[in-house]
């Protein structure tokens, strides 16, 4: 039996990648889980075989807990969700007693983190990105650019600039932002699956037709060779060994790479709805088995519509 730990349990993400573990490997898995809430707050609990609940990432004694939990529950397999899981999973694969768990995580994945380094990374391994603002040169007929924190995530603190608010903000964001080009729609999520070992990847693009909350509730999902092509070097570049999704818009000379997550997002499982199971076969791919049965290449002419619908769980019921 695989024992599994993972974070952040309140996430869509989370549950997600829960759902498609005991969807395929059932109780051949163990499944523990974690978040800040109480276990009946989490919708993921009902699929936990353990739940602990923990203090939030930036909890001086956050570190020390998950290194608890993982040598007392013998866990295997550690999948971080929240980027301070990403970047503190990074640092726990370092130690020698816990040397025999699979970490979903690495120095590089943990580095890519940093908004301004992927920036930097991406254009280094030949993938496209916005234009990056340089405000030392802004001038009257400049803007409105995009910022967004270097340590952000799910838009927090993104914001379109215009020429002014840039020339005020200028000493903070030069250090704490990543300033680009505003690109155009579409907004397309790339699910991404690439196993290093075997130089194998397959990318499903997502076109958010509709977002709410964040997170994609209609989309089209097709095939495309350019962002297959931006797969495959990330892929490659990271040591990928399972999915990743990150998002592109157009820029002035095309396709560009807007975000990266070093893990599935929670709109992957409409992937996995039709069909494409990047989810399964990076649990699988991680343990060495067979992920081909779950699966294959988008035809270039073939094109899904998918429509999410919130389900309801109840998690305690009290007299």
Request: overall charge negative; glycine content about 8%.
């Amino acid at each position: 039996m695989k024992i599994v730990l993972l974070g952040a349990g309140g996430t869509g993400a989370s549950f997600a990648i829960a759902s498609r573990i005991r969807a395929n490997w059932g109780e051949n898995v163990r499944l523990i889980l974690t978040d800040i809430y109480d276990e009946h707050l989490v919708a993921t609990s009902l699929l936990a075989d353990k739940f602990y609940k923990v203090p939030y990432v930036s909890d001086p004694s956050y570190s020390r807990i998950i290194g608890d939990i993982i040598l007392s529950e013998g866990v295997q397999t550690y999948i971080p969700i929240l980027n301070d899981e990403i970047i503190l999973a990074a640092n726990l694969s370092r130690e020698n007693k816990l040397n025999h768990v699979d970490f979903w995580s690495s120095d590089i994945y943990a580095s890519c983190i940093d908004k301004i380094f992927a920036d930097s990374w991406l254009k280094k391994i030949g993938v496209r990105t916005p234009l990056k603002i340089n405000l030392s040169d802004l001038s009257g007929d400049s803007g409105p650019w995009f910022s967004k924190p270097r340590d952000g995530f799910g838009s927090r603190g993104a914001a379109v600039l215009t020429l002014d608010e840039a020339i005020n903000l200028k000493l903070d964001l030069t250090s704490n932002f990543l300033i680009q080009e505003l690109c155009r729609s579409p907004e397309i999520t790339v699910d991404s699956f690439y196993d290093a070992s075997a130089d194998t990847g397959y990318a499903y693009c997502r076109e958010r037709l509709e977002i709410k909350s964040g997170v994609c509730t209609k989309a089209r999902l097709f095939a495309d060779p350019e962002l297959t092509d931006f797969s495959r070097k990330i892929g490659k570049a990271l040591g990928q060994r399972g999915t990743i999704c990150f998002q592109v818009m157009k820029s002035n000379e095309g396709w560009a790479v807007t975000d990266l997550n070093l893990r599935p997002g929670a709109g992957t499982s409409m992937t996995c709805s039709a069909g494409f199971d990047v989810i399964a076969a990076a649990f699988a791919c991680r343990n060495g088995d067979d992920y081909s049965k779950f699966i294959k290449p988008l035809e270039a002419s073939e094109e899904f519509f998918i429509a999410r619908q919130y389900s309801d769980f109840v998690t305690l019921r009290t007299l």
